[in-house]
């Protein structure tokens, strides 16, 4: 089922989101749509599977046009789109997410159900139990969970919006075979991504977007910097890494351990100083989010101590104490999740300046509110104005709009995948300000899927595995193969 934009506009307020946007997919393609945070590679697909309508322009499925006024109607027309976030239910259980909203009705066919869900699996080598809560998956096998869905729903055209965040290296392989497959018998596939070698290993064709327009469809053999200046306008080149670490410590960990159900971690021992870069790499569910959250007051560890020192040599042990003592001894907590946990939906970018700030009267001042807000907006480069709803922003704005609602003074930032769904640009920007937080004497400790990432910021690297932390090691003498097997289990004697 070949499918046709043509000519789509799309605005939000000041913002034009599309702006005349064509674009033309056969059958059995898989098309690449690359561009940079905000260029409105998202905002595009939502229109075609119906989660919003365009100002302006049609929609054909095999040559025919269609109106698409609900997610509803996409699905009645063969289309699933795979969003950023998983759209299910995690108190339910996996089968029951499967039905939900399905033709099944009160009363479903449990045993059938379940047969054509195992036979899917077997299909794509999946392997997700359908007794399993949904809140007890991991992010690929929720992603996994909500691709079989589409197809079981009968999906010909599937739309995968930046489908490689936050998932293992095994999980991407077997959505890379599977999208393969789903090629190889004539479905469409539209892969949205900002990752330049994901699109040119795997797309027949790409379409790169920037500032709101389609600026042209390139086919293999594709060249990296013609991509990148079509995305950019520009020529882009890496940070110099630069370690800003000093002498003095901030924060000193002794025999922390937290009691997990699924993972306990024992015997934490490591040490961070002013202006140091600490990375934490392992799978995705080995511990590193139950440390960010130990250190952030979120969870109490059952032994050891969190040592945060003052300007002198006194220092304040933090086991214990309420997130607040931690809040106010300059500690702070960016989760990965920005919507569901970061900011507030509803809610636009002067409200959340006017909460970020603390207040000295009864009445808020709006003058210096949108005073405060158009600066912020400014010195973050955020492409968006005071009245924009912070979930109308693209991932990368709403990232810098949370690392602008930070107070100042800082002594460690907590980042749980801070570039997790962001371009080169911006990711390159959003170190670049937690570089300068380092040169003011703030330390950093994040968590990356992206073990380039790991290796270009942080000046010592701690691994996790199977609830095991390794000693610190030297970022500058650790290769990516070496990494690589450590996070895998291998080394560790």
């Not at 059958?27 to 998202?42: F, H, P, V």
């Not at 040169?439 to 290796?455: N, P, W």
């Not at 650790?478 to 080394?491: E, F, M, W």
Request: hydrophobic fraction near 40%.
């Amino acid at each position: 089922m070949d499918v046709e934009l043509r000519n789509i506009q799309k605005t939000f307020g000041k913002v034009h989101a599309n702006d005349d946007i064509s674009l033309t997919v056969q059958s059995g393609e898989i098309q690449g749509i690359l561009g940079e945070n905000g260029a409105g590679k998202s905002t595009l697909m939502k229109v075609l599977s119906g989660f919003i309508q365009a100002d302006s322009g049609s929609i054909l499925l095999g040559g025919k046009p269609v109106i698409i006024s609900s997610p509803a109607d996409s699905v009645k027309l063969g289309i699933g789109m795979l969003h950023q976030d998983p759209l299910d239910f995690p108190p339910m259980k996996v089968l029951d997410n499967l039905i939900a909203g399905s033709k099944e009705g009160t009363f479903p066919n449990r045993k059938r159900v379940l047969a054509e869900f195992q036979e899917l699996q077997r299909q794509f080598n999946f392997n997700v139990s359908p007794d399993a809560y949904i809140e007890s998956l991991t992010v690929g096998e929720r992603q996994q969970l909500e691709i079989l869905r589409l197809l079981w729903l009968g999906a010909e055209v599937l739309i995968l919006d930046e489908p490689t965040t936050g998932i293992s290296a095994m999980q991407k392989q077997q959505l890379f075979a599977m999208v393969r497959k789903l090629s190889e018998q004539g479905k469409v596939i539209i892969f949205v991504s900002h990752k330049l070698e994901e699109v040119e290993s795997l797309c027949s064709q790409i379409a790169v977007f920037r500032q709101g327009k389609n600026v042209g469809q390139v086919k293999p053999p594709y060249d990296t910097d013609q991509l990148v200046t079509m995305m950019f306008g520009k020529t882009l080149s890496q940070n110099e890494k630069i370690c800003e670490a000093n002498e003095k410590l901030n924060i000193e960990i002794n025999d922390l351990e937290i009691d997990d159900i699924r993972l306990p971690i024992k015997n934490v021992n490591f040490c961070i100083q002013k202006g140091e870069v600490i990375g934490l790499a392992g799978m995705e569910g080995s511990g590193q989010g139950l440390l960010l959250r130990a250190l952030a007051g979120i969870i109490r560890p059952s032994g050891g101590h969190i040592w945060i020192y003052g300007d002198g040599l006194a220092k304040e042990d933090l086991l214990g104490k309420h997130y607040f003592n931690f809040k106010n001894s300059g500690i702070s907590f960016l989760p990965a999740a920005r919507l569901e946990e970061g900011l507030i939906a509803g809610l636009n970018l002067k409200e959340h300046f006017i909460l970020s700030e603390k207040q000295t009267g009864f009445f808020i001042n709006q003058k210096e509110a949108a005073t405060l807000t158009e600066h912020r907006i400014k010195d973050f480069n955020i492409k968006g104005t005071a009245e924009n709803k912070i979930e109308s922003l693209s991932g990368g704005n709403q990232q810098r709009a949370e690392l602008a609602l930070l107070r100042q003074p800082l002594k460690l930032l907590l980042l749980d995948h801070p570039t997790r769904g962001l371009d080169i640009e911006s990711s390159m920007y959003i170190w670049g300000k937690l570089k300068q937080r380092c040169k003011e004497g703030a330390s950093i400790i994040f968590v990356s899927s992206d073990l380039e990432e790991v290796l270009q910021y942080s000046d010592r690297i701690l691994v996790f595995f199977g609830g095991k932390v390794s000693e610190p090691l030297d970022a500058s003498k650790v290769t990516v193969d070496q990494l690589g097997q450590l996070i895998g289990g291998k080394g560790w004697d």
